[in-house]
């Protein structure tokens, strides 16, 4: 029989196969492989009862290092229309990490009741990303936000205090535990203790992935950087020199284009910010 992993605690998988979900432990024999099944895996398991063992587990179309998830389809970046002020830095190595791990990241602004946030609507939809406005606190907008995610496993990710906890008991028609927002600080006091996956009523599954907004790049060199930006890739092999790295190239296409508004100067303040720190990463420290 064929699952997916939900949740896992002291050694303990919980996958929902069919209309179930069983209870189940890894045989020894992945701890021979040293293979861990992971939250979002899709395993075959054999069963006796509502308890079962995991015999198998396919092949991962992407996976999470922290959290540890696997087979996530969506990213879905959310971030907070004011209190607190988004941080676009932040958002652009956001999305450039989920491309890096082979996720699909769509940005959603909530708080939208608060400001409308037009301004980073229209940044990042020209940069050629999929974006979402709602509000959680005034339910709107949320109706065509779960109609996407409809039949996608998606992973929440962003700073507590923008509405993460809040906007996934809309999306699961849940209850899940939310802190306040300190006013002081601005941040959401989050409660979330361990990963899970979410089944949503209209298919698909949603987790959040707490401590995903503080990743550092890993896994790329500073020259492939610019593969990760959208706007950037869609003008390849067009400077003038091969293996332009945008930076101090004459002649580069690029930078021509942030100099006439055609790529926005943030996005490229964002690139050539997260390319020196990528640069002074010693090869030693990448293995």
């Known amino acids: 029989m064929k699952g997916t992993i939900i949740k896992g605690i002291g050694g303990f998988y919980y996958v929902k196969a069919s209309d179930n979900v069983y209870e189940c432990k890894a045989r020894g024999v992945f ?33 999470l290092v922290r959290p540890p998830v696997a087979n996530i389809d969506t990213m879905l970046l959310v971030v907070a229309a004011a209190a607190p002020e988004p941080s676009l830095f932040l958002i652009d190595k956001m999305l450039v990490n989920a491309e890096i791990n082979n996720i699909h990241p769509v940005l959603c602004i909530n708080k939208t009741d608060l400001e409308k946030r037009n301004d980073i609507k229209k940044l990042y939809e020209n940069a050629g990303y999929e974006v979402f406005c709602v509000s959680a606190e005034k339910n709107k907008g949320t109706d065509k936000l779960k109609k996407y995610l409809s039949g996608r496993t998606t992973a929440f990710a962003g700073l507590s205090g923008v509405g993460k906890s809040s906007l996934l008991s809309i999306i699961t028609e849940d209850t899940l535990e939310t802190g306040d927002v300190s006013e002081k600080i601005q941040r959401g006091r989050h409660t979330t203790r361990h990963v899970e996956l979410f ?37 390849r092999d067009e400077c003038r020199f091969r293996g332009c790295s945008h930076i101090n190239e004459p002649d580069c296409v690029i930078k021509n284009k942030v100099e006439s508004g055609e790529i926005a100067s943030t996005r490229y303040g964002s690139y050539t910010q997260l390319y020196k720190q990528l640069k002074s990463v010693k090869e030693w420290e990448k293995k």
């Open 31 to 63: 701890r021979k492989k040293r293979i861990t099944p992971t939250i979002g895996d899709v395993v075959e398991i054999e069963t006796s009862g509502e308890k079962g063992s995991i015999v198998d587990i396919l092949d991962r179309r992407s996976y």
């Open 199 to 235: 089944e949503l009523n209209n298919g698909g599954f949603v987790l959040d992935t707490p401590g995903f907004s503080s990743l550092e790049l890993e896994g790329i060199k500073a020259d492939e950087l610019w593969e990760y930006f959208p706007e950037m890739r869609n003008h």
